[in-house]
């Protein structure tokens, strides 16, 4: 069963980057069948998503964040990887790493395998 | 943004009710409309794909239903362990956006 793993700093400072890897195992990142997201939970709060990258490395990111995120894959060592740039404490958030899927009738696209989610403070 | 409206926000309710949660999108999405079941501390759990797909596991108690704009999310027979926090998600374009949660609580 695949499983996906978040890691990273808990404590970022204001105006720094934020960086975070998932690590996936039992299964390959590179399937042509799916495509590999970020998404965050303020504490409290509700999800947000942050973007997704396919294994050949194509990005779609959330207008949202204003061009701040930036997702990268090394399939030589099945990892993914987020760099959130000029954080603010608005940025604290848990953040998931996420397997994106697609509905085999009617092809809408879903998250179906979720990283346990890691908890990033932005803080002085 | 297609903006996902949920209802109620929360509910109380008790083991062996029948619940209904709605899930109302902006503009028409078809049928690419997901649930979503969240514990606390732990990351969401696909439930529905495609508005109606039960995903592999999931029990029969929970069925989805809609189109277009209007969608629910059905358990049938509420179990200990289904009170948790549900989300609606559309799959139809970029930014996917969620709904802002329906919190099902012990009454």
């Known amino acids: 069963q695949m499983q996906l793993q978040e890691s990273g700093p808990g404590l970022v400072m204001p105006s720094q980057t934020l960086s975070l890897t998932c690590t996936v195992s039992a299964g390959s990142i590179s399937s042509d069948d799916y495509s590999w997201s970020w998404i965050r939970q303020p504490p409290g709060k509700g999800l947000e998503w942050i973007g997704y990258i396919i294994s050949g490395g194509n990005t779609y990111y959330n207008p949202s964040l204003r061009s701040r995120a930036s997702i990268s894959v090394d399939t030589s060592t099945n990892r993914f990887s987020l760099k959130l740039s000029s954080v603010t404490a608005t940025d604290t958030a848990v953040y998931f790493c996420?397997?994106?899927?697609?509905?085999?009738?009617?092809?809408?696209?879903?998250?179906?395998?979720w990283g346990q989610g890691t908890l990033v403070t932005v803080s002085s | 943004d297609i903006q996902m409206t949920q209802s109620p926000s929360s509910l109380s309710a008790s083991v062996g009710d029948r619940v209904t949660i709605t899930c109302r999108a902006s503009q028409s999405i078809g049928k690419y409309l997901n649930w979503y079941q969240q514990k606390l501390g732990k990351a969401p759990k696909l439930l529905i794909s495609g508005a109606f797909s039960l995903q592999s596991g999931v029990p029969s108690r929970f069925s989805g239903s809609g189109s277009g704009t209007d969608f629910t999310l059905t358990i049938s027979t509420l179990q200990p362990e289904d009170f948790a926090t549900y989300y609606c998600?559309?799959?139809?374009?970029?930014?996917?956006?969620f709904g802002q949660g329906t919190k099902l609580e012990i009454k």
């Open positions: 998600q559309q799959g139809f374009t970029t930014p996917y956006t």
């Open positions: 996420a397997r994106r899927g697609r509905d085999v009738i009617t092809l809408g696209d879903y998250f179906d395998i």
